[in-house]
């Protein structure tokens, strides 16, 4: 059984940064991450879960909401299968649970896979 595990979250000040990690476990022989493009979503309370950035299966192509677009940095290291997300000058506005996904690629909302969340949580 294959689970995304999101880890890295927590507390910090504004303009502080956080390395969120979205590893794969309980895989198999036969998986690897880097069969999908994966996603970093985030959903406040009371708001509709957003997409944050996404990566391709391959790492070539990234994307970024632009509200953390030149602050946030995703990247891929396939041998791990792992995906981080890097979040710098972090605001209040990004306090969240972040949520990681597996896709066929990014942006076709078909989904194989999703995390727990980590929360984080930007204040003074």
């Known amino acids: 059984q294959v689970q995304l595990v999101e880890s890295g979250g927590g507390l910090v000040q504004p303009g502080g940064s956080l390395r969120l990690s979205c590893v794969a476990s309980g895989v198999s022989s036969g998986f690897s991450l880097d069969y999908y493009a994966v996603g970093w979503f985030r959903q406040a309370p009371g708001k509709e879960r957003e997409g944050v950035s996404c990566i391709s299966s391959s790492g070539d192509s990234t994307y970024y909401a632009g509200s953390v677009k030149g602050r946030f940095t995703i990247s891929r290291d396939n041998a791990k299968n792992t995906v981080y997300l890097q979040m710098n000058t972090l605001k209040p506005e990004d306090t969240a649970v972040y949520y990681c996904?597996?896709?066929?690629?990014?942006?076709?909302?078909?989904?194989?896979?999703w995390g727990q969340g980590t929360q984080v949580t930007v204040s003074s």
């Open positions: 996904a597996a896709e066929f690629e990014c942006g076709s909302h078909l989904y194989d896979y």
